[in-house]
């Protein structure tokens, strides 16, 4: 009976070069597989690019050399008759316990009521012109501040809730000045910022810094 040599022949191998090329196809996809992992993980870590915001921008302002607190001792007033303020308007110095009667005022202020309005933390608003648009922009923006210290509903503040809200020292208080250089002058303890026209945004940033100030009252 003749050999049946199909019976008995090995196997058909693929050629040596698609052999190899198989062999290497679990290593490959182990690459990717590790690679991806790793860039993923990079971008993870990085995060997005963001650029900080920028910090509010503060109107810039003088500060005045403090000249402390004269007029609480007994006989000041006498001491103090002739007393020079570093500025005008005054950022410090003699004063009198002296309370205005309102928070928008149609009349000057004396310097010693302003002072004294000041060394409790409170903010000044004065404007040397006629222009009712000014004093207008200039209440509105005291109102914004000083609503918050008043019984609800209330926008012609009693004299009695006038000094409760300046004793508290978070007032901000509008009054004329004829008497100053500038058209507009901002007022804390020792600060003074001036400008020619109302700019709000200016304004307000130097109210809330500077606006009861414990480490600038402290001097």
């Known amino acids: 009976m003749p050999n049946d040599r199909s019976q008995t022949r090995p196997p058909a191998r693929p050629p040596a070069g698609r052999q190899g090329l198989f062999s290497l196809w679990p290593l490959a996809v182990a690459v990717i597989v590790v690679a991806g992992a790793i860039w993923l993980l990079v971008a993870h870590l990085s995060g997005p690019s963001v650029s900080p915001s ?3 921008s503060v109107l810039a302002s003088i500060h005045y050399p ?4 004269q007029g609480h001792a007994p006989g000041d007033m006498k001491r103090f008759a002739h007393f020079q303020y570093n500025s005008d308007p005054p950022t410090s110095g003699y004063h009198l316990e002296v309370f205005p009667k309102q928070l928008i005022n149609s009349t000057a202020l004396p310097k010693y009521v302003q002072v004294h309005l000041l060394e409790h933390g409170n903010i000044l608003l004065q404007y040397n012109c006629l222009c009712p648009d000014t004093v207008n922009a200039l209440a509105e923006i005291a109102g ?3 609503t918050r210290l008043l019984p609800p509903g209330v926008s012609t503040p009693t004299p009695q809730e006038v ?5 508290s020292g978070q007032a901000v208080v509008v009054a004329p ?15 003074m910022a001036t400008m020619d026209t109302v700019n709000k945004a200016d304004i307000i940033s130097f109210i809330n810094r500077w606006l009861r100030d414990d480490d600038n009252l402290q001097q």
């Open 66 to 69: 403090v000249q402390g607190h």
């Open 54 to 56: 920028p910090a509010p």
């Open 177 to 191: 000045y004829p008497s100053m250089n500038q058209t507009i002058a901002l007022t804390a303890w020792t600060r």
């Open 144 to 146: 914004e501040f000083n």
């Open 163 to 167: 000094q409760q809200a300046v004793e």
